[in-house]
Protein backbone atom coordinates (compact mmCIF):
# COMPACT_ATOMS: atom_id res chain seq x y z
CA UNK A 1 0.00 0.00 0.00
CA UNK A 2 1.06 3.57 -0.48
CA UNK A 3 0.10 6.43 1.36
CA UNK A 4 -0.17 10.02 0.93
CA UNK A 5 1.02 11.96 4.24
CA UNK A 6 -0.93 14.99 5.54
CA UNK A 7 0.49 17.85 7.44
CA UNK A 8 -1.09 16.65 11.00
CA UNK A 9 0.16 13.08 10.75
CA UNK A 10 3.71 14.27 9.44
CA UNK A 11 4.52 16.37 12.37
CA UNK A 12 2.47 14.06 14.78
CA UNK A 13 5.23 10.76 14.20
CA UNK A 14 8.74 12.73 13.63
CA UNK A 15 7.73 14.67 16.87
CA UNK A 16 7.60 11.09 18.65
CA UNK A 17 10.30 10.22 16.96
CA UNK A 18 8.57 7.27 15.35
CA UNK A 19 8.36 8.15 11.49
CA UNK A 20 9.82 4.71 10.90
CA UNK A 21 6.77 3.28 11.37
CA UNK A 22 5.59 5.20 8.63
CA UNK A 23 8.08 3.56 5.94
CA UNK A 24 7.61 0.40 7.63
CA UNK A 25 4.26 0.23 7.09
CA UNK A 26 3.50 1.26 4.01
CA UNK A 27 6.23 -0.79 2.19
CA UNK A 28 4.79 0.71 -1.28
CA UNK A 29 5.78 4.09 -0.52
CA UNK A 30 4.60 7.55 1.40
CA UNK A 31 4.59 10.98 -0.70
CA UNK A 32 3.51 14.38 -0.37
CA UNK A 33 2.92 17.40 -2.64
CA UNK A 34 5.50 20.18 -2.66
CA UNK A 35 3.53 22.80 -0.72
CA UNK A 36 2.77 20.63 2.14
CA UNK A 37 7.04 20.69 2.49
CA UNK A 38 7.35 24.26 1.85
CA UNK A 39 4.71 26.13 3.54
CA UNK A 40 2.45 23.82 5.74
CA UNK A 41 5.65 22.37 7.51
CA UNK A 42 7.56 25.73 7.58
CA UNK A 43 4.43 27.30 9.21
CA UNK A 44 3.75 24.55 11.47
CA UNK A 45 6.55 21.92 11.18
CA UNK A 46 9.52 23.75 12.15
CA UNK A 47 10.71 21.41 14.66
CA UNK A 48 10.83 18.19 12.66
CA UNK A 49 11.64 20.14 9.21
CA UNK A 50 15.33 19.19 9.22
CA UNK A 51 14.38 15.18 9.83
CA UNK A 52 11.62 15.32 7.15
CA UNK A 53 14.30 16.96 4.59
CA UNK A 54 16.73 14.29 5.06
CA UNK A 55 14.18 11.63 4.85
CA UNK A 56 12.99 13.26 1.43
CA UNK A 57 16.73 13.35 0.24
CA UNK A 58 17.10 10.05 1.47
CA UNK A 59 13.79 9.05 -0.53
CA UNK A 60 12.15 7.77 2.20
CA UNK A 61 9.40 10.40 1.33
CA UNK A 62 8.85 10.93 -2.48
CA UNK A 63 8.49 14.89 -3.07
CA UNK A 64 5.83 15.68 -5.93
CA UNK A 65 6.20 19.28 -7.78
CA UNK A 66 4.20 20.57 -10.39
CA UNK A 67 7.04 19.99 -12.63
CA UNK A 68 6.84 16.19 -11.68
CA UNK A 69 3.68 15.99 -12.38
CA UNK A 70 3.35 17.60 -15.26
CA UNK A 71 6.23 15.49 -16.50
CA UNK A 72 4.01 12.62 -15.50
CA UNK A 73 1.00 13.95 -17.46
CA UNK A 74 -1.01 14.30 -14.28
CA UNK A 75 -0.82 17.67 -13.06
CA UNK A 76 -4.46 18.87 -14.81
CA UNK A 77 -6.38 15.94 -13.05
CA UNK A 78 -4.08 16.90 -9.84
CA UNK A 79 -5.70 20.45 -10.26
CA UNK A 80 -8.91 19.61 -10.94
CA UNK A 81 -9.05 17.28 -8.22
CA UNK A 82 -8.02 20.53 -5.74
CA UNK A 83 -10.31 22.69 -7.15
CA UNK A 84 -13.24 19.82 -6.29
CA UNK A 85 -11.52 18.80 -2.74
CA UNK A 86 -11.56 22.95 -1.80
CA UNK A 87 -15.25 23.36 -2.52
CA UNK A 88 -15.66 20.59 0.12
CA UNK A 89 -12.99 21.33 2.94
CA UNK A 90 -12.35 24.83 4.59
CA UNK A 91 -9.55 26.89 3.82
CA UNK A 92 -7.90 25.96 6.78
CA UNK A 93 -7.56 22.34 5.39
CA UNK A 94 -5.57 23.12 2.10
CA UNK A 95 -2.71 20.55 3.72
CA UNK A 96 -6.01 17.93 3.76
CA UNK A 97 -6.87 19.62 0.28
CA UNK A 98 -3.50 18.85 -1.33
CA UNK A 99 -2.71 14.99 0.46
CA UNK A 100 -6.10 13.81 -0.26
CA UNK A 101 -5.82 15.80 -4.17
CA UNK A 102 -2.70 13.56 -4.81
CA UNK A 103 -3.71 10.63 -3.42
CA UNK A 104 -6.59 10.63 -5.94
CA UNK A 105 -3.91 11.94 -9.14
CA UNK A 106 -1.42 8.78 -8.24
CA UNK A 107 -3.95 6.44 -7.35
CA UNK A 108 -3.00 5.44 -3.80
CA UNK A 109 -5.41 3.85 -1.51
CA UNK A 110 -4.54 5.97 2.00
CA UNK A 111 -4.27 9.14 3.24
CA UNK A 112 -2.58 9.46 6.60
CA UNK A 113 -4.25 11.99 8.73
CA UNK A 114 -5.24 12.82 12.07
CA UNK A 115 -7.84 15.65 11.40
CA UNK A 116 -10.75 13.68 12.90
CA UNK A 117 -12.81 16.67 12.95
CA UNK A 118 -16.57 16.81 11.78
CA UNK A 119 -16.27 18.22 8.16
CA UNK A 120 -12.70 17.20 8.53
CA UNK A 121 -10.70 14.75 5.75
CA UNK A 122 -11.18 11.69 7.90
CA UNK A 123 -14.81 11.44 8.29
CA UNK A 124 -15.54 13.06 5.42
CA UNK A 125 -13.68 10.51 3.18
CA UNK A 126 -15.42 7.72 5.46
CA UNK A 127 -19.03 9.32 3.87
CA UNK A 128 -18.08 9.81 0.20
CA UNK A 129 -17.71 7.09 -2.18
CA UNK A 130 -14.19 7.41 -2.92
CA UNK A 131 -10.60 5.52 -3.72
CA UNK A 132 -8.79 7.16 -0.86
CA UNK A 133 -9.12 5.10 2.46
CA UNK A 134 -8.03 7.70 5.64
CA UNK A 135 -5.87 5.94 8.11
CA UNK A 136 -5.30 8.23 11.81
CA UNK A 137 -1.82 6.87 13.67
CA UNK A 138 -3.98 5.06 16.18
CA UNK A 139 -5.46 3.01 12.53
CA UNK A 140 -1.88 2.32 11.71
CA UNK A 141 -0.57 0.66 15.10
CA UNK A 142 -3.35 -1.29 15.27
CA UNK A 143 -3.01 -2.28 11.94
CA UNK A 144 0.34 -2.69 12.45
CA UNK A 145 -0.25 -5.44 15.91
CA UNK A 146 -2.94 -7.52 14.52
CA UNK A 147 -0.54 -8.50 11.61
CA UNK A 148 2.31 -8.83 14.07
CA UNK A 149 4.87 -6.39 13.87
CA UNK A 150 4.03 -4.91 16.85
CA UNK A 151 3.57 -6.52 20.45
CA UNK A 152 0.55 -5.10 22.37
CA UNK A 153 3.18 -3.54 24.83
CA UNK A 154 4.69 -1.76 22.03
CA UNK A 155 1.94 -0.73 20.49
CA UNK A 156 0.81 0.91 23.92
CA UNK A 157 4.21 1.83 24.28
CA UNK A 158 4.03 3.33 20.69
CA UNK A 159 0.47 5.06 21.20
CA UNK A 160 1.21 7.26 23.95
CA UNK A 161 4.66 8.74 22.33
CA UNK A 162 2.91 9.49 19.26
CA UNK A 163 -0.52 11.19 21.54
CA UNK A 164 1.91 12.71 23.97
CA UNK A 165 3.75 14.40 21.08
CA UNK A 166 0.52 14.89 19.04
CA UNK A 167 -1.41 16.71 22.27
CA UNK A 168 -4.97 14.79 20.64
CA UNK A 169 -5.68 13.72 24.10
CA UNK A 170 -7.20 10.29 22.48
CA UNK A 171 -7.56 6.98 24.39
CA UNK A 172 -5.93 3.45 23.01
CA UNK A 173 -9.53 1.99 24.11
CA UNK A 174 -11.68 4.47 22.42
CA UNK A 175 -9.35 4.38 19.25
CA UNK A 176 -9.59 0.48 19.40
CA UNK A 177 -13.76 0.77 19.47
CA UNK A 178 -13.71 3.13 16.49
CA UNK A 179 -11.85 0.63 14.65
CA UNK A 180 -13.80 -2.23 15.32
CA UNK A 181 -17.00 -0.63 14.48
CA UNK A 182 -15.59 1.08 11.10
CA UNK A 183 -14.75 -2.33 9.82
CA UNK A 184 -16.04 -5.09 11.35
CA UNK A 185 -19.94 -4.06 13.10
CA UNK A 186 -20.61 -0.79 11.18
CA UNK A 187 -18.64 -0.60 8.09
CA UNK A 188 -18.72 3.14 6.92
CA UNK A 189 -18.50 1.52 3.49
CA UNK A 190 -18.34 -1.63 1.07
CA UNK A 191 -14.66 -1.29 0.52
CA UNK A 192 -13.53 -0.82 3.76
CA UNK A 193 -14.80 -4.21 4.51
CA UNK A 194 -13.90 -5.28 1.66
CA UNK A 195 -10.14 -4.43 2.07
CA UNK A 196 -10.08 -5.37 5.82
CA UNK A 197 -11.37 -8.84 4.72
CA UNK A 198 -8.84 -9.28 1.96
CA UNK A 199 -6.45 -7.86 4.70
CA UNK A 200 -6.94 -10.55 7.47
CA UNK A 201 -6.40 -12.76 4.58
CA UNK A 202 -3.64 -11.97 3.11
CA UNK A 203 -1.46 -11.85 6.44
CA UNK A 204 -3.40 -15.07 8.42
CA UNK A 205 -4.66 -12.84 10.98
CA UNK A 206 -6.66 -14.42 13.62
CA UNK A 207 -8.66 -11.06 14.41
CA UNK A 208 -10.73 -12.36 17.62
CA UNK A 209 -7.21 -13.69 19.38
CA UNK A 210 -5.34 -10.53 18.64
CA UNK A 211 -8.31 -8.48 19.28
CA UNK A 212 -8.04 -9.97 22.92
CA UNK A 213 -4.54 -9.81 23.57
CA UNK A 214 -5.25 -5.88 22.80
CA UNK A 215 -8.15 -5.34 24.74
CA UNK A 216 -6.58 -7.55 27.89
CA UNK A 217 -4.32 -4.80 27.85
CA UNK A 218 -5.90 -2.04 27.94
CA UNK A 219 -9.50 -2.83 29.57
Known amino acids: MRASLDTNAIIHFYRAGLQNILFDFFEEGVFIYEQ ?10 QGV ?42 AGDLGEVYAISLAQTL ?55 INNASGLNWAL ?10 FFKEPWCEEDRQWIQKYIHENGINVKTRMQILRTLIY
Open 107 to 161: GAYAIVTDDTKQGGPYMSLLQFEDDVMPLTFADILILRFLIGKADESQTLRDFNS
Open 36 to 45: IRSVELEHHG
Open 49 to 90: LDEVDKDIAAGRIELYTDQRLKDLTVYKIFENNVLDNRMLYS
Open 173 to 182: KSQVVKFIRR
